[in-house]
């Protein structure tokens, strides 16, 4: 029997512009630049993480700036919808005037009876943030930047829950079951979703789609970031792109869990990677039952690794066996300047 996953570790996307992605993440979202490094498999593309101030599994947002490409993605089956996060009961209407006052469209909605605010980046992926009720954030792990954009109080607490887009959630809801050890909590009906569902952007956009309601599944494992929702989508195989969720990553302890974790997918009869080091965590990297390609992370070694703790995000790094090739990466990646940061307290 495999283990149960407490929750989600990181969800990486494709972003275009990646001065504009950060500098919405940052001065936008107030997270916190904790790495700028590069695509360990691609290394003429920047990898950008955001998340608290220290990086906490379960914060980070990362990012694939393809700027050569310019291959817009187009939203369907298999892909992400929808990456929400934690916000305070009472920062509902501090975080949607300050959204609206940064020219976003924002919509405002309840599901399964806890506010939400759902957004687009400017390269159109979908985004909400949920205030639930209870001692869900008191529960979080995610620690505040204290020389941040937003208020202390008012700073997202990591991860709510991703929202997957499948052609039918039995393949899907098998694995979160069955190998990531889910639990069914919920569902609603077509009729309450079909405003929920349309999502503007320019690859999110599910304009035209119809959904069959949502389930909500829980870890038993799991606190903050524990919620994965299943919506099922009559559009036709999404495809990658600028504007879509490359990946999403579920939590594990060490690597003695990723050996029983590759077991498991194996026994659904999946193909999972061998472990990868990733020198933040390692990982290996299945394609579930539903087309989404899922990681396992594990929760170390973390981000100071490589640069102190105050300093994250200041400098391009490079894993050891690249340094010998700095200048030559270098030349190729696009311009970039870290992000200016005004502290809420200043």
Known sequence: MSPTTPGLHHVTAIAGDPQENADFYVDTLGLRFVKRTINHDDTGTYHFYFGDEGGTPGTNITFFPWTDRGRQGEFGAGQTQATAYLIPTDSVDYWQDRLESAGLDVDRTERFDDPVLGVSDPDGIRLELVAPGGDVIAESDATPWEDGPVPTDHQLRGFHSVTLAVSEFGPTETILTDVLGYELEAETEAEAEADANTVTGSASNTSGTSTNGR??????????????????????????GVGTVHHVAFEAADLDEQEQWREAYADQGLRPSRVIDRKYFQSIYTRELGGILFEMATTGPGFTVDEAYESLGSDLVLPSQLEEERDQIESQLPPFDEPEVTSADE
């Not at 389930?215 to 195989?237: C, F, K, M, N």
Request: proline share 4%; net charge positive; aromatic share 4%.
């Open 215 to 240: 389930r909500r599944y829980h870890s038993a494992a799991g606190g903050p970031g524990s919620i994965v929702d299943l919506v099922e989508t009559d559009a036709g195989r999404g495809r990658m």
